[in-house]
C-alpha cells in the first residue's frame, strides 16, 4: 500500500507549486507542454520568433500578471485562459481588457512568461 501512496503524494506537490492564478488551467496545460516544449528545444529560432495570438481577460498589476484567452500556441499550447506573468511590469500599463494582441513566452519556464508582444487593431 504504501507503494501507491507515495506517486499520489508527488502528484499533489506538483499541482500545488503551480502558479495560483493559473491554478485551473494549469494541470492541463503542463500535460500538453511535456512534449512540444522537448521538441521546440531542437529548434529554437523558429520557436523565438513564433507568435501566439490572445485576449486580455484581466490585468493583475500587484501579482504582475495578465489572464490571458489564447488560442492554439507555437509551443504546442493548446487554447485556454491563464494567467501569465510579463517580463517587463510597465507592460501592464500599455495593455487593457478586451485588447488583442500577438505574443510570445519564454521556453526557459514552461511558456509561464510574455517576453514579447504586440496589439493587434
Ligand atoms: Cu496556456
Known amino acids: 500500500m504504501k507503494t501507491l501512496i507515495v506517486p ?3 502528484a499533489l ?3 500545488a507549486s503551480g502558479t495560483a492564478t493559473a491554478q485551473m488551467d494549469h494541470s492541463m496545460h503542463g500535460a500538453a507542454m511535456a ?8 529548434s529554437p529560432k523558429a520557436d523565438a520568433t513564433a507568435m501566439g495570438e490572445g485576449e486580455v481577460k484581466k ?3 500587484a ?4 489572464t490571458l484567452a489564447h488560442g492554439p500556441l507555437p ?3 493548446p487554447a485556454m485562459t491563464m494567467a501569465y506573468k510579463v ?10 481588457v478586451g485588447q488583442k494582441i500577438r505574443f510570445a513566452t519564454d521556453p526557459a519556464d514552461g511558456g509561464m ?7 493587434v487593431k
Open 8 to 10: 499520489a503524494l508527488a
Open 13 to 15: 506537490v506538483f499541482v
Open 35 to 42: 512534449k512540444p516544449v522537448a521538441s521546440a528545444a531542437a
Open 59 to 61: 490585468l493583475n498589476k
Open 63 to 66: 501579482r504582475g500578471t495578465v
Open 75 to 77: 509551443n504546442g499550447m
Open 87 to 96: 517580463k517587463e511590469a510597465a507592460w501592464l500599463d500599455q495593455l487593457q
Open 113 to 119: 512568461t510574455v517576453t514579447r508582444f504586440e496589439l
